[in-house]
């Protein structure tokens, strides 16, 4: 009986579409499609292929989608979130990873990445190092990583002394195995050695100043 159904239903649609090839003249109709077949997780599935494709707008588009369906699922959110930063929609980004948070509170990954999307912006430095002061205390085991994130913070509200601190022991912590996020701190460092001393040449200046 289930092969009967099957085939029946199978003549069925043939002759449909055999009608609708004689209503349109031999042509084929435009097909609206009026829902979306695809779940939250094809979407994001379909999103990282076009990612690794080089097609970023494709993909963000398929996460907006997967959002769409569940605006609460969070590996959607994850996805936008480090997609958009990466192609530098640093609203979006911003938006992605405060909605992330709401929903994962003690995600300390997505505290340092948001408080990333301030230091580019240069906007909500403050609420960047809270961020990542809060990371550093929800996971320990990411410090080498979080104190790369806090002493770029610093360097940028002009505390060089202190970033000079914080990278030195990213720096040293880092593990060895992850070259590219060793070198990027190593640049943070030369950077807020360079700071220090600067700073530390305008203390002597104005000391001598004074004393004149």
């Known amino acids: 009986m289930r092969h009967g159904r099957t085939s029946f239903t199978a003549g069925r649609r043939f002759l449909i579409f ?10 084929l109709p435009r097909i609206i499609v009026l829902h979306d077949p695809l779940t939250a997780n094809e979407h994001d599935d379909l999103g990282r292929a076009y990612e690794s494709a080089g097609k970023s707008d494709l993909a963000a588009s398929q996460y907006r989608e997967a959002l769409k369906k569940d605006p609460k699922h969070l590996p959607s959110l994850l996805l936008l979130g480090d997609l958009s930063y990466r192609v530098k929609n640093y609203d979006e980004a911003a938006s992605a990873y405060a909605k992330a948070l709401k929903l994962d509170p003690r995600n300390a990954d997505v505290r340092n990445n948001l408080a990333w999307v301030y230091i580019q912006t240069g906007r909500g430095l403050d609420r960047a190092k809270e961020l990542v002061t809060e990371a550093l205390e929800l996971n ?12 770029v913070v610093l360097l940028k509200t002009g505390k060089a002394a202190e970033a000079v601190t914080a990278l030195r022991e990213s720096v040293d912590t880092l593990p060895k ?10 640049g943070h460092l030369a950077d807020a050695c360079r700071a220090a001393e600067e700073e530390a040449v305008q203390r002597g200046m104005e ?3 004074e004393q004149e």
């Open 177 to 186: 195995d992850r070259p590219e996020l060793l070198a990027e701190a190593e």
């Open 207 to 209: 000391r001598r100043a």
């Open 140 to 151: 320990p085991g990411h410090r080498p990583y979080y104190l790369d994130t806090l002493g």
């Open 18 to 27: 055999t009608a609708m090839l004689f209503l349109f003249g031999c042509s």
